[in-house]
């Protein structure tokens, strides 16, 4: 790709049949069919869609040719992997190599993040080495993986792997095991943001980012709340022993994507982490028009030219796999 080039790495694509793939045997989720596509409900919730043609290349390239983005770095978002339960390693196998097949239709345009069977250590390793050789970038996490949440004990083995390696892993919000029941779409929008605050904050407090400090995190939507909360964590965190420097130490290490179009959010997450730790991302397709207006809110903040071109670019280059 040229040094120009726009890449946007929070996008999604949804391989067929991964969803079916994920989800059997869970009496509890179930897909429901709307006029925008398809709805997947978690004890009656809606937690996710599915929207129509997503999986459309041409309607997907002259998207991103019209808001001028060069590459885009493919993910399935919320669509937790531990929700497979013991079917995890077949189900990340089987998304895996249906993110790889989309990219290959033209692989100059595309690149992707694996999911893996994080809880299985022996597994884990074997799916990363095989995505990697598939093309894979980074590795692709949600806020929860299955019950577990991303400090819990079980996963300090995937953080310890991804530090090794100096892999970049994107972070999205998911629905917890203890989401709202019927709930039209409240928590997605407002709770989202919240999981991956309070992800990053435990993710500081228990250790995990001082003890794997080579590991490229990037957080969704410019990390939810934390950059109006930061100075609030950093007062509390001599309670936790495994944090030895306050939270916003850690945190500002890590980096965050610009899936947001409101102005003033932008301007407070350049404040708070600077622009050299801010990526560009849109969240398509589940936002319409979102590439084309992200890329002119971000042009609109009048920010210098040198700081854009990190953003749109400049910073995930050096990220990436």
């Known amino acids: 790709m040229s040094a120009t080039d726009i890449i946007d790495v929070h996008a999604h694509v949804y391989p067929a049949g991964c969803f079916t793939e994920v989800l059997k045997g869970r009496s509890d989720f179930k897909m429901i069919e709307n006029p925008r596509g398809q709805s997947l409900h978690y004890r009656g919730s809606h937690v996710m869609s599915l929207p129509p043609e997503q999986d459309n ?14 590459m885009a770095i ?3 978002g919320a669509l937790n992997i531990g929700w497979a339960g013991i079917g995890d390693i ?3 196998r089987f998304v895996n190599d249906g993110l790889a097949a989309f990219c290959r239709q033209k692989s100059e345009r595309f690149r992707f993040v694996a999911v893996l069977p994080c809880a299985n250590h022996e597994a884990m390793v074997r799916e990363l080495d095989r995505a990697l050789g598939l093309g894979d970038a980074g590795d692709g996490i949600s806020t929860n993986v299955g019950d577990l949440q991303l400090h819990a004990p079980e996963l300090r083995g995937f953080w310890q792997e991804m ?19 019927n ?5 997605l929008s407002v709770g989202y943001p919240n999981e991956t605050a ?4 435990k993710l500081a407090l228990t250790g995990v980012l001082a003890e794997c400090p080579d590991v490229k995190i990037v ?10 909360i930061l100075d609030r964590i950093d007062r509390g965190y001599q309670r936790f022993s495994s944090c030895p420097h306050p939270p916003s130490y850690y945190l500002r290490r890590c980096f965050f994507d610009t899936a ?8 407070c997450a350049r404040a708070t982490w600077g622009a050299n730790r801010l990526v560009f991302g849109t969240d398509v397709p589940h936002v319409p028009n979102s590439e084309k207006e992200t890329v002119n809110a971000l042009k609109n903040t009048g920010w210098s030219a040198p700081e854009l071109d990190d953003i749109f670019g400049g910073t995930v280059r050096k990220l990436v796999a």
């Open 57 to 70: 290349l041409p309607k997907r390239l002259a998207s991103m040719e019209e808001a001028g983005i060069g």
């Open 74 to 76: 493919l993910s399935v």
């Open 90 to 92: 077949a189900a990340a």
């Open 163 to 181: 530090n090794r390696r100096k892999l970049m892993v994107l972070v999205h919000p998911t629905t917890p095991c203890d989401a709202p029941e």
């Open 183 to 187: 709930d039209p779409g409240t928590f």
């Open 198 to 201: 309070m992800a990053a904050t």
């Open 219 to 228: 957080w969704s939507h410019l990390g939810g709340g934390l950059p109006m």
């Open 260 to 267: 947001c179009t409101h102005g003033p959010a932008l301007e």
